[in-house]
């Protein structure tokens, strides 16, 4: 394995589980120092990143440790299915608090260590609904859309700094999250897997491995973007 990423510095959420865990360990392997965060397991940041202060508090504990943030990668988020009808406020603002508002802080926290870095690198994680709908993902699909948006307004307002911002917009992965209703619902499961030309689900770490190319030097000019990984799942009808 190349050591590509050989003294960078990066910040993982969600890296107790699936797409994050995997960003953290190719990451890892490439050769960064990572500073992993999640509301559980054994991560070096411990919290409910939907507080006020979790991710100024985060960015504050990952620069005591590696002493700078070079590289910034938030995975955590949640996604249920609930129909519109009776789809309650309390649902809807907590997934906008997680997919969307930790997003923003944490970046938010971080721009003044990727700024000092010069080549500094965003990549979010948005969904292939940044893009599209779906019957009862609603809150999902709207915190994945705004996440696309934030990323692109981050890219064009970091960009002078050397920073580039990245959207990596995952079709559908076999992850913790998912696999309930991958086992319960085979049509489910059969469905996204005769969509993508490739005819399988995702795993996670056909995300990590984009994720830690858009964090290389090799994607430099790479930025305002977002990237479907989906097998081809979206590009056909
Ligand atoms: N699995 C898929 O098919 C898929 C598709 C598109 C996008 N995504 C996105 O990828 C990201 C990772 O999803 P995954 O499939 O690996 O799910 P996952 O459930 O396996 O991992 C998500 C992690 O986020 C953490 N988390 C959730 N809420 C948190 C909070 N308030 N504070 C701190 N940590 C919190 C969880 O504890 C968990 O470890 C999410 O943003 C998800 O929306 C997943």
Redesign the pocket.
Known sequence: MSARLAGRRAIV?????????AVAARLAADGARVFT?????AVDFV????GAD?NQNLVAAAVAAMGGVDIVVP?????AFHPLEGHEDAYFQRVL???LL?VFRLVRAAVPHLKAHGAGRIVT?????STFGDEGLCA?AAS?HAVLGLTKSIAAELGPFGVTATCV??????????APAFTETPAYRDFWENKAPLRRL?R?ED?ADVVAFLCSDDARFVSGHGLWVDGGAMARH
């Open positions: 959420t969600g890296a107790a589980s699936g797409i994050g865990a965060a999640d509301v559980k397991g919290a409910d990143l939907t979790a995975c955590a988020g949640i996604s608090d997680i997919n930790a994680i948005g969904s292939t609904t999902y994945k917009q995952p079709g559908a992965i076999d992850t913790p999250m998912t995702g996670a995300i």
